[in-house]
């Protein structure tokens, strides 16, 4: 008698334990398409999480574009290819200050992380005065770190600006300068 209710025991915690497995492998992930910005430091924990799997661990099968520039990424998640985004601080706010329903959720870096790269015979910021400086594009981040570095220099970032095309933002376009 002891034996039958041992084996039906074990029969019955086996079929549990296997039908609890069987369950976990039938698990679908729940499928997620997400913007990543730029390739540094700042943005990369989107792509770490993605190599590392975390997403998977935790029920999402999550597919990564990579997309340059948050204004761009802001057009994609406005127009609903994509329900969040990874992205600078800047296309989200200017998003947010022109009316969009766009919402912050977290931030990584509290600060601007960028450095200015230039030719030999500029060594100090203020050496930029009359130069035409140039960014990504127009409405990203590093346009706006550009902008306020300019404005700290005494710089008028509207008259020694450009946009991705090469054209001249400001003064320089209205004078006929490119």
């Not at 034996?3 to 976990?24: D, E, G, H, M």
């Not at 997403?55 to 994609?76: D, M, R, T, W």
């Not at 450095?115 to 500029?122: G, H, K, L, V």
């Not at 710089?155 to 450009?162: Q, S």
Request: proline share 3%; aromatic share 6%.
């Amino acid at each position: 008698m002891l034996s039958r209710q041992l084996i039906f025991a074990c029969s019955l915690a086996l079929a549990i334990c296997s039908s609890a497995i069987l369950f976990a492998q039938e698990k679908k992930l729940e499928k997620i398409r997400v913007g990543g910005g730029s390739a540094s430091a700042a943005q990369m924990s989107i792509w770490l999480a993605k190599e590392g799997n975390y997403y998977e661990k935790h029920g999402l099968n999550v597919e990564v574009i990579s997309i340059p520039g948050s204004s761009l990424a802001i057009q994609a998640m406005l127009s609903g290819e994509l329900p969040i985004i990874q992205a600078g601080g800047a296309g989200p706010i200017q998003a947010a200050l022109s009316g969009t329903d766009t919402v912050v959720v977290a931030t990584i870096a509290k600060k601007f992380n960028w450095w200015i790269f230039a030719q030999p015979n500029i060594n100090r910021i203020e050496d930029l005065k009359g130069k035409i400086f140039g960014t990504t594009r127009f409405g990203t981040q590093s346009d706006l770190a550009s902008r306020i570095a300019l404005r700290r220099a005494g710089i008028d970032p509207e008259r020694h600006h450009h946009g991705p095309d090469g054209r001249a933002i400001g003064n320089h376009q209205r004078n006929g300068r490119r």
